[in-house]
Nanobody, 116 residues
């Protein structure tokens, strides 16, 4: 059963940058799919970006294109989310989702707060 744990959230000023990490463990196999989601207060959880680690194919929602970059280190079973030009509307709890051939798991979330 795969487990994933996020890290790297925090408080940053508008226009600043943060890098989130998400490490998988217990999988025993290579990761097949990664995704970052976020949930702002009072809003539904929304997709931010995805990555197919075997091919490097990525997908971004329009609201992060050009600002966020998803990347991975397959040897470490880790995915990253580099976030630049952060705005107050990016404030949310960011969740990682990782999936192997046999199972998928959500992380506990990491808070990102962008001050104006």
């Amino acid at each position: 059963q795969v487990q994933v744990v996020e890290s790297g959230g925090g408080l940053v000023q508008s226009g600043g940058s943060l890098r989130l990490s998400c490490a998988a463990s217990g999988s025993g196999t290579s990761m097949n799919f990664w995704a970052w989601h976020r949930q702002a207060p009072g809003k539904q959880r929304e997709l931010v970006a995805t990555m197919i680690p075997s091919t490097g194919v990525t997908y971004y929602e329009d609201f992060v294109k050009g600002r966020f970059t998803i990347s991975r280190d397959n040897a470490k079973n880790t995915v990253y989310l580099e976030m630049n030009s952060l705005q107050p509307e990016d404030t949310a709890v960011y969740y990682c989702y990782g999936e192997t051939r046999g199972s998928g798991a959500w992380g506990q979330g990491t808070q990102v707060t962008v001050s104006s």
